[in-house]
């Protein structure tokens, strides 16, 4: 149980252009997803907290109009790379949790994002 | 402040050898978990554990073992008899108040046939 579907897995875009990035719980209700961007050989940075039916909340220092995160129901949130450039390449993974987190966060398999 | 410290950057062994990842961390919550994810070259975060502040018990799970320390603050994960399939990046995290995840900078485990 709890599986998190991330898709696409890896995607290039040309720069200019917008990427959608899609998160689904497909076995569990997530009220709360997390977007998270990582470079290569660093650690996981939360990029924002995605909560169904609301604004998501984005960690100092993100873009909002850059990265567009919508969570229309309870089983699917979106991350739209708006006006992709290069710098923006890099690996985008969702997490979902339950009850808070405290029976641990569902990962997604991450999404690759190369922009040329 | 919310920080949890994998000092080792990269570590190195041979298959059979016991190899122990440091975790630190700091936090003012008096409730909190901590956790411990794998990340393989394909990216994907496998869960490994999840430790409550309050269960201070260690866990042993086949070849893994974790240490929880609450004075030390330090929350080190064993693997015993390592294979080459432990080979991955090993992620620290401390889940805090706001449900949101701190996650160390990981350690990059090779282990070598």
């Known amino acids: 149980g709890a599986v998190v579907s991330q898709h696409p897995s890896w995607v290039i875009c040309k720069s200019g252009t917008s990427v959608k990035i899609e998160c689904r719980s497909l076995?569990?209700?997530?009220?709360?997803m997390f977007w998270y961007r990582q470079f290569p050989k660093q650690s996981l940075m939360l990029m924002a907290t995605?909560?169904?039916?609301?604004?998501?909340?984005?960690e100092q220092g993100v873009e909002k109009d850059k990265f567009l995160i919508n969570h229309a129901s309870l089983t699917l949130s979106t991350l739209t790379v708006t006006s992709a450039h290069p710098e923006d390449s890099s690996f985008y993974i969702c997490?979902?949790?339950?009850?808070?987190?405290?029976?641990?966060?569902?990962f997604g398999s991450g999404t690759r994002l190369t922009v040329v | 402040a919310q920080k949890v410290t994998q000092a080792q950057t990269e570590i190195s062994v041979v298959e059979k050898e016991d190899v122990t990842l440091d975790c630190v961390y700091e936090?003012?919550?008096?409730?909190?978990?901590l956790f411990w994810y794998k990340q393989p070259p394909s990216g994907e975060l496998v869960f490994l554990i999840r430790?409550?502040?309050?269960?201070?018990q260690n866990e042993i799970s086949g070849r893994y073992s974790w240490n929880f320390q609450k004075s030390t603050s330090s929350f080190n994960f064993t693997i015993t008899a390592s294979q080459v399939v432990d080979s991955a990046v090993y992620f620290c995290?401390?889940?805090?108040?706001?449900?949101?995840?701190?996650f160390g900078k990981g350690t990059l485990l090779t282990v070598n046939p």
């Open positions: 995290a401390l889940r805090r108040s706001n449900y949101k995840l701190t």
């Open positions: 997490s979902a949790e339950r009850e808070g987190g405290i029976y641990g966060y569902t």
């Open positions: 936090t003012r919550d008096t409730t909190y978990y």
């Open positions: 076995d569990f209700q997530a009220t709360t």
């Open positions: 430790r409550n502040s309050f269960d201070e």
């Open positions: 995605s909560n169904e039916g609301s604004k998501a909340t984005y």
